[in-house]
């Protein structure tokens, strides 16, 4: 009995202290704050977005993320409460239980490691917009995420879903690339989080706040966000380039 009610109390405490941290910034700054369960809505949220894969990757980065959570509830079970007894316990469990998130930080570690360039091809050289010149024999090896990322570690690839931004040239359906690395600035295109959803948005920033702005001027509905302390929000990271299909 004592080791379910010590995994019951593990479990409660787990999922309500994003929500006491919360609430107690909010309390402390006199702030209205995000409801109490504003965490779990995000994993929601979350959970019910598609996932995404490289052809380059292999069963390794799909398995990370798995490996990453099994890891963290083995250990968590590891955890004693006052003097109750963890439903995992044995002599040693302690250097189990650093050996356990280590497994995790690897497993993501090795996600991380395992992707590649399939976007390799030739440059022809350079083509003219106005009128045709003459063929130059140029030929070099170009790798399109060499040429587009600068910072790989920070760079991430987005699917545009909707139409608020057409008029800043990102169409419904196109990848955009995001670099976390860059310092957000005044007009910015960035990928922000705000109160549990992502967005992408023109970004001004002002003596006065931070304002996300739509770019679809044919669509009336979309109006500009203002961001209030009362709202949980990032700005993720800057929109370097868009890709799209002809």
């Keep these: 009995m004592a080791i379910v009610l010590n995994t019951l109390l593990i479990i409660v405490t787990a999922l309500a202290i994003p929500g006491v941290i919360n609430r107690t910034r909010a309390i402390l700054a006199g702030r209205k704050g995000l409801p109490f369960t504003q965490h779990l809505r995000n994993v929601n949220v979350l959970l019910r977005k598609g996932a995404v894969y490289s052809t380059t990757t292999t069963a390794l980065f799909r398995i990370a993320p798995a490996i990453y959570l099994g890891a963290a509830i083995v250990a968590t079970l590891m955890i004693p409460v006052a003097d109750l007894y963890p439903l995992i316990s044995f002599e040693g469990d302690v250097i189990c239980f650093a050996y356990t998130l280590a497994l995790a930080r690897v497993a993501i570690i090795l996600a991380a490691m395992d992707t590649g360039s399939s976007f390799e091809t030739e440059l022809m050289g ?3 917009a106005g009128f045709p010149s003459p063929a130059e024999d140029i030929r070099e090896k170009l790798d399109l995420i060499k040429l587009l990322v600068k910072h790989n570690a920070a760079t991430f690839f987005f699917r545009v879903d909707g139409v608020s931004m057409v008029d800043s040239g990102m169409d419904e359906g196109d990848i955009i690339i995001v670099d976390r ?8 295109k960035a990928v922000c989080y705000i109160d549990g959803e992502y967005t992408v948005k023109r970004v001004e ?3 006065r706040g931070v304002r996300l702005m739509p ?21 993720w990271g800057v929109v370097t380039y868009t890709i799209k299909k002809m």
């Design 126 to 128: 350079d083509v003219k």
């Design 181 to 188: 690395a860059i310092e957000p600035y005044n007009n910015c």
């Design 205 to 207: 920033i002002s003596n």
């Design 215 to 235: 770019a679809n001027e044919n669509n009336t509905s979309y109006k500009p966000i203002e961001v209030s302390p009362d709202n949980q929000f990032i700005i």
